[in-house]
């Protein structure tokens, strides 16, 4: 297995940009998870899906974070407009299901906003 | 409400030495805590989980971890380091929810 697919992984943008993260989760794995990691703030969820729907979304930070689960095997982030504050490392993660299972990240994606 | 706390955010060991990464949790049911490991520029890799079967919990690396429950603690360790060990560690709780809650992360410094 492949494990889980994430792209770009470094990201530059303008602010008031749009922005689109992408991610691949492991086959059969029905639930996913955005993180974001930074220096002040550590690892926060931002959302999870199980079986393509939308679970929790308490850790999106504004409307101006979207992110949408089309089907099984593929997953968006999207922020419009970008400011320079969202920059960070987006991680998506899946796992198997069961709170003991554990997760398995992604490598992530470096957003820089300037 | 769940919490964990990571004493120290860095942590450096000479290569051989025993290493001890600490992390205290609360939680109002019984956990499910786990570390990761994440190297720089990768994302987070499971180490070892406890599940509420055995107290000591083996991972890969030669890492384990002991849960406590008199003490609300989780700490990992190896009886001897490698260069190789040298990341940034990540414990983690679940009270039974898929969100797990992360430390702030401590990061090993392995000395030649």
């Known amino acids: 297995d492949a494990g889980v697919i994430q792209s770009p992984r470094h990201e530059v943008t303008e602010m008031g940009q749009e922005v689109t993260l992408r991610c691949k989760p492991i086959s059969g794995h029905d639930y996913l998870f955005w993180y974001r990691q930074t220096m002040m703030r550590g690892l926060e969820l931002l959302i999870y899906f199980n079986n393509n729907v939308p679970i929790d979304d308490s850790g999106m930070p504004e409307d101006r974070f979207s992110a949408k689960m089309p089907n099984a095997s593929f997953s968006t982030l999207k922020i419009q407009p970008s400011e320079p504050r969202d920059s960070a490392v987006y991680f998506c993660a899946s796992s198997l299901g069961g709170f003991s299972y554990g997760y398995t990240f992604g490598s992530g994606t470096r957003l820089t906003v300037v | ?112």
Request: aromatic share 14%.
């Open chain 2, 1 to 112: 409400a769940q919490s964990v706390t990571q004493l120290g955010s860095h942590v450096s060991v000479s290569e051989g030495a025993l290493v001890l990464l600490r992390c205290n949790y609360s939680s109002s049911v019984p956990p499910y805590l786990f570390w990761y490991v994440q190297y720089p520029n990768q994302g987070l890799q499971l180490l070892l989980k406890y599940t509420s079967a055995a107290t000591l919990v083996k991972g890969i690396n030669g890492f384990e971890a002991e849960f406590k429950k008199s003490e609300t603690s989780f700490h990992l360790t190896k009886p001897s380091a490698h260069m190789s060990d040298a990341a940034e560690y990540f414990c983690a709780v679940s009270s039974g929810t898929y969100k797990y809650i992360f430390g702030t992360g401590t990061r090993l410094k392995v000395l030649a």
